[in-house]
């Protein structure tokens, strides 16, 4: 299953050399991560400082773990690295800034990615006799709507190298402010899927369910919502450039996808936990 991530990271005022080597360093990092993180971790960060309101991209990036289920549908957790990005602001040649701080009433886009890893039958018992399937990569876009306490979005992406399918999120949230550091944000969700995510992930062949020793039936899932859920995420501002962060979810996998055997053998509660924290980088591109 996905790998996902979050955090922040501060520092004292720079010299210009300084200033000049972090910038180069962001948009390393930036690349470095958009190409090889594991996972997804995406979201408008914090309010954004009058300095940083100059830039055209104000990103978070940062590390953490984070314990979640081996597979989808699996009944056995492990723990891995989560990334962290987080975007204040987001620049678009033609559109101008499509993200610009918290707390403004609003449209935002943001690119929204994920990593699958491999998965084969030594995963666990409950996958005797399938094949392997290959890790994958989901690129795609996102949008929404918000206020100061309140976040609707969409996103949707497509599958490549794994599978070769789309998958799509919709998700709303209420957003409080405990104090001004922290900010905390939860409600639900419901995933969507192509019939070829769900032929890859919750299918069963004709071949496997003979390989599988009786364990598996045959099985061919159609396109729909896979599961519904509920999020909740917490940020602490630790100073203007460090930030802390913990999230965690719950996704019941509903419709074809909780009919698999797969599903049936394994658990269609689906939970994570993860706790990080990111740096934030200001720079201009364009």
């Known amino acids: ?93 033609g559109l101008g800034q499509v993200v610009d701080g918290r707390r403004r009433a609003g449209v935002f886009f943001f690119p929204s990615f994920n990593f699958i890893g491999e998965r084969d039958a030594g995963d666990s018992s409950d996958l005797t006799g399938t094949e392997t399937v290959d890790w994958a990569l989901e690129l795609g876009l996102g949008g929404g709507f918000r206020t100061e306490h309140f976040r609707a979005f969409a996103e949707l992406r497509q ?51 003979a390989n599988s020793g009786g364990r598996l039936t045959e099985y061919d899932p159609s396109a729909g919502f896979k599961s519904v859920g509920l999020a909740a995420r917490g940020s602490y501002d630790w100073n203007d450039d460090v930030r802390l962060h913990i999230r965690g979810t719950y996704d019941r996998l509903i419709g074809d996808a909780a009919d698999s055997p797969i599903a049936e053998a394994g658990s269609k509660d689906q939970f994570t936990l993860g706790v990080g924290v990111s740096y934030r980088f200001a720079f201009d591109v364009f």
């Open 159 to 209: 599958g490549i190298n794994g599978h070769t399918g789309q998958v799509g999120q919709l998700g709303l949230d209420g957003i409080i402010y405990p104090s001004d550091k922290w900010e905390v944000s939860f409600g639900p969700r419901a995933s969507f899927a192509s019939g070829e995510y769900m032929d890859t992930y919750f299918g069963v062949t004709a071949r496997e369910a």
């Open 1 to 93: 299953m996905s790998k996902p991530a979050s955090c922040y990271l501060a520092g004292n005022e720079l010299h210009m050399d300084e200033a000049l080597m972090f910038k180069t360093l962001s948009r390393v990092a930036l690349a470095l991560s958009l190409s090889a993180v594991s996972g997804t971790a995406l979201a408008q960060s914090g309010e954004i400082s009058a300095q940083d309101a100059t830039k055209q991209f104000v990103v978070d990036l940062g590390i953490g773990a984070i314990a979640q289920p081996r597979y989808e549908s699996a009944d056995s957790y492990l723990i891995y690295p989560m990334p962290i990005i987080s975007v204040g602001r987001f620049y678009l040649p």
